[in-house]
């Protein structure tokens, strides 16, 4: 078992910028990857940004350089740096574990206002 704990969600204006932190604790050896999602209201969840074990990374069409994803491998802690933030930008954003399974976080809310 997983667990995720999401932090660092807000309200912001347009062009600023906030960094959520994923807290995992938990069995990450099977862990292949974390990853940022978001889903805002009347949308499907979709994929922000994802590192690999291997500590490679992808981003979404929309916010590529604008966020970037991190990790701390000692603290088990995922990052997501979202820069020149968007009103587009506002939605429960989730992390989720990838293994054989997927873990999912509570969600954190992001509210960029215009």
């Known amino acids: 078992q997983v667990q995720l704990v999401e932090s660092g969600g807000g309200l912001v204006q347009a062009g600023g910028s906030l960094n959520l932190s994923c807290a995992a604790s938990?069995?990450?050896?099977?862990?292949?990857?974390m990853a940022w999602y978001r889903q805002a209201p009347g949308k499907q969840r979709e994929l922000v940004a994802t590192i690999f074990s291997g500590g490679s990374t992808n981003y979404a069409d929309s916010v590529k350089g604008r966020f970037s994803i991190s990790r701390d491998i000692a603290k088990n802690t995922v990052y997501l740096q979202m820069n020149s933030l968007k009103p587009e930008d506002t939605a429960v954003y989730y992390c989720?574990?990838?293994?054989?399974?997927?873990?999912w976080g509570q969600g954190t809310q992001v509210t960029v206002s215009s």
């Open positions: 989720a574990a990838m293994s054989y399974k997927d873990y």
């Open positions: 938990g069995s990450m050896f099977r862990i292949n990857a």
